[in-house]
């Protein structure tokens, strides 16, 4: 297989190969972006690619164990394929993985990593130790680590027992979620929906590229496609009518996401407004002063 067909699963083919070589080369990350923008699926995509038998990719959505540091350490062990007792904290688990399998390589995958931080209610394990063994990572020879957060890690405060201890001190390397494309966005859709024609094909693009939260959008104009949602008008008025039915179940969605999201289009979309009220009154001004 070539190494462009490594990556032609990927929503994001470049992104997603940079990240990889970064974790072969043994990088602890941080990639941001805001909500529906794909991160779970960059995951995901990382999670598919072919590594090699000696590398185990292991996910965990740190959402789901906040509350629980036992059950984060269950869910590593369970990944690992490792049997018999959980040791009691990271740094056990880690020592008992190389002990029994020291010719493989670990990369981390923590989705909403930022769970963890700014939250003066999360577990008390998750504790100075905790952080301090995932900053020793990058110092394994067989393990990579890769954390996932709205924004950057280094922004954020962690709480140790409930109380404000200091701003993140992990040493990660932040890398920013780049904008879908468009090329990208129309690539993804053909993938699921091959029988639009190459006109639909295009106003299907430009919806989901002008969209706030694209790859979340994308996902939901597809699976009502393909459910044969609303087959009795024209696509045009289907996507219009996905969008507003969209934001009607993700109220939380507003434009003060703007400040947050990768989508170039947003930028696009702020200069045209600006653009639209700055020029007839520059038109005005050169009018007033001839």
């Given at each position: 297989m070539t190494e462009t067909n490594l990556y032609q699963h990927c929503l994001r083919p470049v992104f997603t190969e940079n990240v990889i070589k970064d974790l072969q080369r043994r990088c602890s990350l941080n990639i941001y972006?805001?909500?529906?923008?794909?991160?779970?699926?960059?995951?995901?995509?990382?999670?598919?690619f072919q590594w090699d038998s000696n590398t185990k990719v292991l996910m965990v959505d740190m959402k789901n164990h906040r509350d629980s540091h036992e059950s984060f350490l269950q869910a590593l062990w369970q990944q690992m394929g490792m049997a018999g007792k959980v040791p009691r904290d990271l740094s056990g688990v880690l020592a008992k993985f190389k002990q029994a399998n020291s010719s493989l390589n670990l990369i981390f995958l923590l989705h909403h990593f930022d769970s963890l931080l700014n939250n003066a209610t999360v577990h008390h394990q998750f504790n100075v130790k905790f952080f301090d063994n995932l900053n020793a990572i990058r110092n394994e020879s067989n393990m990579s680590l890769l954390c996932v957060t709205e924004k950057k890690h280094s922004l954020s405060v962690i709480f140790i027992e409930e109380k404000t201890h200091r701003a993140s001190w992990l040493n990660l390397e932040s890398k920013r979620l780049t904008g879908l494309t468009f090329d990208e966005i129309r690539y993804e859709i053909k993938q699921r929906i091959g029988t639009l024609s190459g006109e639909e094909l295009q106003e299907f693009a430009h919806a989901v590229y002008a969209h706030i939260a694209p790859y979340q959008f994308l996902m939901y104009c597809c699976d009502n496609y393909l459910n044969h949602a609303?087959?009795?008008?024209?696509?045009?008025?289907?996507?219009?009518?996905?969008?507003?039915?969209?934001?009607?179940?993700?109220?939380?969605?507003?434009?003060?996401?703007?400040?947050?999201?990768?989508n170039g289009a947003v930028c696009a979309y702020r200069s045209l407004r600006m653009g639209l009220f700055l020029n007839p009154l520059w038109t005005g001004i050169k009018v007033f002063f001839r």
């Open positions: 972006g805001a909500p529906g923008q794909g991160r779970k699926r960059l995951l995901e995509d990382i999670q598919k609303n087959d009795d008008i024209e696509l045009s008025q289907r996507l219009k009518l996905w969008k507003q039915q969209y934001h009607q179940d993700h109220p939380s969605l507003t434009l003060s996401n703007f400040d947050y999201c990768a």
